[in-house]
């Protein structure tokens, strides 16, 4: 079967990928699109370590083609969104209702693929740059059929990530005010959330100015090619600010734009080493900075949530598919994706 593999070197499209069968509690599905995320090119770059070889991908949507023992909640033909959280269910984070935090959902992965005899690790315990991937029943979500699965795969990680930060983590409230620092895939969610929670004032900024259309859509109610004039339109500061990048020096200035009884959520990934500065006498008007996994989202209810609100107009994702790339033309999409013309670039077999 054909997926996307790095060596540590380079990518490329294969097509004699191998996959076992589903065992106990596990879920095999035939992948029907799967978008490109930050995360899969801070693979490649090194940003993100990660054992190698490697399948890639990791936010996607298909039909389920075969279950292992154990598994009921769904069956083969049914419609799927994938989550990343490999989670027990069992330890004390999950009986906790914080999946996001379970040990054997963080750094455990697995090898499910085979080349050549080789096994393959599988990205974020999913990998859905492949025809078929093999994953925990609790990480396949079934959706219902009407939703057309290149809308779906987003679901997966985007959406979770973006519209998760705002309603689980930093709990925007009706008026508020929300900075939003990036209008990629996860900003573009996380203004989405700010709409949905009944945010006032919504700023959005990004260096690019051909990405405002896209970001009003969205929800926001300005966009700024900088934070320069955030201040006059929000003199007393954000309640929220969302640092959607992963550069320390924007997220310095999410906490330096916060006002009395701010929080700073932080979304994006610099570097693993990476260090961020701020004056610690500016937290004592109960500021606060947080890390945030994965929208510290609960998949199995929060996918069924975001696929209601679709079917209702409220959340947006057919306008995220801005392009539609066949697998084989992976290179094309990467290119696309990192020169910002696409908001996310989706990938079909």
């Not at 939703?147 to 990530?161: D, E, H, K, N, R």
């Amino acid at each position: 079967m054909r997926g996307v593999i790095f060596d540590g070197k380079r990518t490329q499209v294969v097509d004699d990928l191998e996959i076992r069968d589903p065992g106990p509690g596990e879920v095999r599905v035939a992948i029907s699109a799967a978008g490109l995320c930050h995360s899969d090119l801070s693979v490649v770059d090194g940003t993100i370590p990660f054992p190698v070889p490697v399948v890639l991908g990791h936010e996607g949507a298909g039909v389920v083609e075969a279950v292992g023992a154990g598994v009921t909640h769904v069956r083969p033909g049914d419609h799927v969104s994938l989550s990343t959280l490999a989670n027990c269910g069992a330890c004390a984070e999950c009986d906790r209702g914080r999946p996001t935090m379970c040990r054997k959902a963080i750094g455990m992965p697995q090898q499910p693929f085979a080349r050549g005899g080789q096994p393959l690790y599988q990205f974020a315990s999913n990998s859905a740059f492949a025809e078929r991937t093999l994953v925990k029943a609790v990480q396949a979500v079934p959706i219902p059929q009407d939703i057309p699965l290149p809308s779906a795969a987003l679901i997966g990680c985007g959406v979770l990530t973006g519209v998760g930060a705002v309603l689980n983590r930093a709990r925007v409230d009706r008026g508020d005010s929300v900075l939003v620092i990036g209008t990629g895939g996860i900003g573009l969610n996380v203004i989405q959330g700010a709409r949905i929670a009944g945010a006032l004032k919504i700023v959005a900024v990004d260096s690019n100015p051909a990405k405002e259309s896209m970001a009003r859509r969205f929800g926001a109610t300005h966009f700024l090619t900088s934070t320069e004039a955030v201040p006059d339109i929000l003199p007393a500061g954000a309640d929220h600010a969302f640092e959607c990048v992963g550069r320390v020096e924007l997220i310095r200035q999410a906490i330096d734009l916060l006002g009395r009884h701010g929080q700073a959520v932080l979304l994006g990934v610099p570097p693993a080493t990476a260090e961020a500065s701020f004056l610690v006498s500016s937290m004592y008007l109960d500021k606060s900075i947080l890390g945030c996994r994965y929208g510290s989202s609960r998949p199995q209810r929060d996918i069924a949530l975001y696929a209601e609100l679709y079917r209702e107009g409220r959340l947006l994702l057919d306008e995220l598919v801005t392009q539609t790339y066949l697998i084989e033309d992976f290179d094309k999409a990467v290119q696309d994706a990192r020169e910002g013309r696409v908001a996310r670039a989706v990938l079909t077999f």
